[in-house]
């Protein structure tokens, strides 16, 4: 059965500081793996999505890494803004059932001005 | 509409009561997806919906839970005898074909008393 971690649960930064979130998964057999944000009562924003066959995507200032072989996925965060505070969620879709997205429970994260 | 839409966006309601969800897909998109979320964890899978048929109905908890999706377009969630444990945000999310990104809508706050 495949988990998905996140650490940490919640993280409180100082606004321009670079940040790491973390995300783990039992089962290398994925399809993707998708980070998501998703701001308080709202649905989920998608930011990026790295093919089983990537080590990384790259999206404004953030970047995604993926790492198969050992089950872990980062979310680099460069010059925290106030406006980045919101929960990431990561979430994987296994190679036999593509369609179904395993999440982890997120990040909350709080950007201070 | 530009994205994907859910009515209610909040339900209040008394244990052992029938609810409907509502969820408007973006236009188009022939895959379907409900999820549900529980304070403080990610979203966990429901059902998954090809057209109009239930692909994968597996994450539904009980017999209390159905979904339709009689035109292909929008989809109803259906919970009979509501329990307390009910209470969640429920997250409808659509996409062009599976194995594409999914969309996801603002979600129905649903509270059990």
């Known amino acids: 059965k495949q988990e998905v971690t996140q650490i940490p649960a919640a993280l409180s930064v100082p606004e321009g500081e670079n940040l790491v979130l973390n995300c783990s998964f039992t089962d290398s057999a994925i399809y993707n793996l998708q980070w998501f944000r998703q701001d308080p009562g709202k649905g989920l924003t998608s930011l990026l999505l790295i093919q089983s066959s990537q080590r990384e995507q790259t999206s404004g200032r953030l970047n995604a890494s993926l790492d198969k072989s050992s089950g872990r996925s980062t979310l680099y965060i460069a010059a925290s803004q106030p406006g980045d505070s919101a929960t990431y969620l990561c979430?994987?879709?296994?190679?036999?059932?593509?369609?179904?997205?395993?999440f982890g429970s997120g990040t909350r994260l709080l950007v201070r001005p | 509409g530009a994205g994907v839409s859910q009515t209610p966006s909040n339900k209040v309601t008394e244990k052992g009561k029938y609810v409907e969800l509502r969820c408007d897909p973006i236009s188009g998109h022939t895959a379907l997806y409900w999820y549900r979320q529980s304070l403080g964890q990610g979203p966990e899978f429901l059902i998954y919906?090809?057209?109009?048929?239930?692909?994968?109905d597996s994450g539904l908890p009980n017999d209390r839970f159905f979904a339709v999706r009689p035109e292909g377009s929008v989809s109803t969630l259906k919970i009979q005898r509501t329990e307390r444990g009910d209470s969640a945000v429920y997250l409808c999310?659509?996409?062009?074909?599976?194995?594409?990104?999914?969309?996801f809508g603002p979600g129905t706050r649903l509270l059990v008393l």
């Open positions: 999310a659509s996409s062009l074909i599976d194995t594409e990104t999914q969309y």
């Open positions: 979430a994987v879709r296994r190679m036999d059932s593509s369609y179904k997205l395993i």
């Open positions: 919906f090809q057209g109009t048929g239930a692909a994968d």
